[in-house]
T-cell receptor
Framework: DAGITQSPRYKITETGRQVTLMCHQT?????MFWYRQDLGHGLRLIYY???????DKGEVPDGYVVSRSKTENFPLTLESATRSQTSVYFC???????????????FGPGTRLTVL | GQSLEQPSEVTAVEGAIVQINCTYQ??????LSWYQQHDGGAPTFLSY????GLEETGRFSSFLSRSDSYGYLLLQELQMKDSASYFC??????????FGKGTRLSVIA
């Protein structure tokens, strides 16, 4: 199916475990993003990528790792999960380049992660 | 740094008009976007303003005043399905979008 997908949709894990959230897009968009959404904080950017093998930190990168070996995939790894990382995680992609690159982002359905 | 301010909650009556304001502070500015998010869903793009003035898309309009660092989203002929959270987001060019904390709109009968 065309679009942007995330897996798993729901995940429960324990403190200290490693967790990887997957994101896949079929549009060949250059830019991809990871956000977390918590009540009272809106959408906060964790990491983003302008192209394969190019990644950069966002507002809240600590405790997360990303990679982008292929244009269509942008996995997010929590190396050692903490309770504060309980959140809803959204992946997004965007096709435009230049100063207007970051507009019209297309969001995946989200992953609801609970860390016990 | 960048910051955006928008009301946390707004309530309006079905069929009425509602305006959701957004003020921003940013170093460098290219445009203001609006996104809609229903409960349990993903944000979806509504509009983008790069220049001053009003952009209309059906029942939704978005306005920008660059000199006032201010914009708003106007929703007309409100319907129950418009109950959602609305986020403004600033594009300052060299960094990704920065989102406001969102305004939760409740449409009542």
């Amino acid at each position: 199916d065309a679009g942007i997908t995330q897996s798993p949709r729901y995940k429960i894990t324990e403190t200290g475990r490693q967790v990887t959230l997957m994101c896949h897009q079929t549009w060949s968009h250059s830019y991809m993003f990871w956000y977390r959404q918590d009540l009272g904080h809106g959408l906060r950017l964790i990491y983003y990528s302008a192209a394969a093998d190019i990644t950069d930190k966002g507002e809240v990168p600590d405790g997360y790792v990303v990679s982008r070996s292929k244009t269509e995939n942008f996995p997010l790894t929590l190396e050692s999960a903490t309770r504060s990382q309980t959140s809803v995680y959204f992946c997004a992609s965007s096709e435009k380049t230049g100063p207007y690159s970051y507009n019209e982002q297309f969001f995946g359905p989200g992953t609801r992660l609970t860390v016990l | 740094g960048q910051s955006l301010e928008q009301p946390s909650e707004v309530t309006a009556v079905e069929g009425a008009i509602v305006q959701i304001n957004c003020t921003y502070q940013t170093s460098g500015f290219y445009g203001l976007s609006w996104y809609q998010q229903h409960d349990g869903g993903a944000p979806t793009f509504l509009s983008y303003n790069a220049l001053d003035g009003l952009e209309e898309t059906g029942r939704f309009s978005s306005f920008l005043s660059r000199s006032d660092s201010y914009g708003y989203l106007l929703l007309q002929e409100l319907q129950m399905k418009d109950s959602a959270s609305y986020f403004c987001a600033v594009n300052s060019g060299n960094t990704p979008l920065v989102f406001g904390k969102g305004t939760r709109l409740s449409v009542i009968a």
